[in-house]
């Protein structure tokens, strides 16, 4: 802690000669007074108001304040000019840190700010991918239902082919066993052998003409 300037403190050296003039006088004047009061007539109240029991002695208080004048700077200096200064730096400290707690409180709401930004924009980020993964689910699915309904569609068209394939394979062996069957018949009936091509032929038309008739 620096020590302050007295002519800072106490004002221009002619101002501190004048209080010191003014003191010494007081100084001399009051302790005159003081013992000479019994024989000025104009301090004769004085002996008034000690018999009234209020004691009062001008001189002495003249010469108090001559010595305060005098001693003043000097208890200034070394008492209350370091005690102004040691209030002024607390003061100071004070600010300070009253202005660090402020820029600590602005940087405390920023970040706050900047952290509930971060949270909403994660938030977004998030509900963004959500629904971006709920698409591609659905698409999937919807190409997943679409390839299995065309794999359906052709196991289904493969059965038929299979089916009517099956189909005409039963219907021509139905047919040859008919034509067996008729060349036998006819063969006992007659008595004769009609089993050759020729007649195989015509009963198989005949037979084919009859079904599509019916």
Not at 127 to 143: D, K, L
Not at 158 to 165: P, S, T, Y
Request: cysteine-free.
């Amino acid at each position: 802690m620096s020590t302050p300037n007295p002519s800072a403190r106490n004002g221009s050296p002619a101002a501190a000669v004048l209080r010191t003039v003014v003191g010494l006088v007081l100084m001399a004047g009051g302790y005159y007074l003081s013992l000479h009061a019994a024989e000025i007539p104009w301090l004769s109240f004085q002996h008034t108001l000690e018999k009234q029991g209020i004691p009062l002695d001008l001189g002495i208080t003249a010469a108090t304040i001559g010595v305060f004048l005098i001693l003043f700077p000097i208890i200034r200096f070394f008492y209350i000019a370091p005690l102004e200064a040691a209030i002024q730096e607390r003061n100071t400290q004070l600010e300070r840190t009253f202005s660090e707690a402020e820029e600590l409180r602005s940087e405390m709401a920023r970040l706050r700010s900047e952290y509930e930004e971060r949270i909403a924009q994660t938030e977004a980020d998030a509900r963004a991918q959500i629904q971006q993964q709920i698409r591609e689910a659905q698409q999937m699915r919807t190409q997943l239902m679409a390839e299995a309904a065309e794999r359906a569609e052709e196991l289904l068209a493969r059965a038929r082919e299979d089916i009517e394939r099956e189909r005409q394979k039963v219907l021509a062996e139905l047919q040859l066993r008919v034509v067996d069957l008729s060349l036998a018949a006819a063969e006992k009936v007659v008595g004769a052998n009609f089993d050759s091509e020729q007649n195989r032929k015509l009963v198989s038309e005949f037979i084919e003409k009859v079904e599509a008739a019916g």
